[in-house]
C-alpha cells in the first residue's frame, strides 16, 4: 500500500482549499452579477412633513434613481422596474438624474441610451413625472439627455421649481441642477418668494446627498421639508465589517435611507442600476414609495 508524505497532503488540502476559493469566488460573482443585480427592493415609507396640507395628506410618491441605462442596465430589467411602479400607483414620480453612463472616449452611446430609456419611460402610467440631471447625464450631453427624456412626456427640474395643487392645497417640487458637474442655484430653485409661504412645503430633487451641507447653510434650506438624492448605488457593493468597497464624491457622508438634518428630512434612493462592473452584493436596486403625512 503505497504512503503518503507529509508534503504531499499539504499539497492536496492547499489544492482543495484554492478549488473552494475559486467556486465561492464564481458563486458570489454570479449571484452579485445575475440574482441581486435584478432584484427589485420596493422601500415604503411614510414622510411627516410640517405644514403639509390635509389635502395632500396620502400623497404617493415614487422615487426612481440611477438607471443607468446600456451601462449594464437591460431594457427588460428597466420595462420590470417600470410594471413595478405602475402597480404601486403613485401620484407623481420623481426621477433623480443619472439616466445614462458617460463616457471618457465618446458619449454617442449614452445619447442613444438616452432615448432608449425614454421609450421604456414612456410606459409610466403616472403622468405628472419630473426629473434632474445626475452627473453622468451632464457630461454625456445634458441638452441631448433632456431632450430624449422629455420626449416621453417627463417635465425636468434644473434649478427650478412649480407648485402642485390638491383641492386648496399647495406644495412645490422643486429640482437642483447637478452639483459636481452642473451649476446648482438655490436661491433659483427655491426662490425668496415660496420660502415663507405658510402651509406650503417644499420637495427638493438633488442628484448628489452630501450637497444637503449646503442647503442646510443657505436661506432656502429652511423652506425644504424633504429631499430626496441618489448618486450613490448605496455603495453598489458592500461587504460584511468593510461597508462600501466605493463611493463617489459628494455621496461619502449620507449614503443610503433616512438623515433628519434640523428640519429636513434626507432620503437616498440606491438607485436600479450599477456602474463600473455589473454586481450588486449586500445592496439591491430600489424603487421608493412616500407616502406624505401631515404633521400633527
Known amino acids: 500500500m503505497p504512503l503518503s ?3 504531499m497532503k499539504q499539497t492536496s488540502s492547499r ?3 484554492l478549488k473552494a476559493g475559486a467556486f465561492g469566488v464564481a458563486g458570489l460573482a454570479l449571484y ?3 440574482v441581486e443585480r435584478h432584484w427589485i427592493d420596493v422601500s415604503t415609507h411614510e414622510a411627516v412633513l410640517a405644514g403639509l396640507p390635509a389635502d395632500f395628506d396620502g400623497l404617493r410618491i415614487v422615487q426612481l434613481s440611477d438607471i443607468h ?4 442596465t437591460e431594457a427588460f430589467f428597466l420595462r420590470r422596474v417600470i410594471e413595478k411602479i405602475n402597480d404601486l400607483k ?9 439616466f445614462v453612463t458617460s463616457s471618457k472616449h465618446s458619449n454617442a452611446g449614452a445619447l442613444k441610451a438616452a432615448w432608449d430609456c425614454a421609450g421604456i419611460l414612456k410606459g409610466l402610467a403616472c403622468k405628472a413625472n419630473y426629473a434632474i440631471l445626475g452627473n453622468h447625464d451632464i457630461n454625456a450631453g445634458a441638452e441631448g439627455v433632456i431632450e430624449a427624456i422629455q420626449s416621453c412626456g417627463i417635465q425636468f427640474l434644473r434649478n427650478s421649481c412649480l407648485p402642485l395643487e390638491r383641492g386648496r392645497g399647495r406644495m412645490w417640487i422643486a429640482g437642483l441642477d447637478d452639483s459636481l458637474e452642473g451649476s446648482p442655484n438655490l436661491d433659483a430653485t427655491v426662490p425668496a418668494q415660496i420660502r415663507k409661504l405658510r402651509d406650503e412645503p417644499v420637495v427638493l430633487m438633488c442628484h448628489e446627498p452630501d450637497y444637503a451641507v449646503n442647503i442646510q447653510t443657505h436661506p432656502a434650506g429652511q423652506a425644504v ?3 430626496v438624492s441618489g448618486h450613490t ?3 453598489q457593493i458592500r461587504l460584511p465589517l468593510m461597508g462600501a468597497l466605493a463611493l463617489p464624491p459628494m455621496g461619502r457622508r449620507f449614503i443610503e435611507g433616512w438623515f433628519q438634518l434640523n428640519q429636513m428630512k434626507l432620503y437616498v434612493n440606491r438607485g436600479i442600476g450599477t456602474i463600473g462592473v455589473p454586481f450588486r452584493l449586500d445592496c439591491p436596486p ?3 414609495l412616500f407616502t406624505l403625512r401631515a404633521a400633527k
Open 286 to 288: 430600489e424603487i421608493t
Open 15 to 17: 489544492r482543495d482549499f
Open 225 to 227: 421639508g424633504l429631499m
Open 90 to 98: 403613485p401620484d407623481v414620480v420623481l426621477l433623480t438624474g443619472d
Open 5 to 7: 508524505s507529509p508534503t
Open 32 to 34: 452579485s452579477g445575475e
Open 233 to 235: 448605488h448605496g455603495g
Open 69 to 72: 441605462m446600456d451601462e449594464y
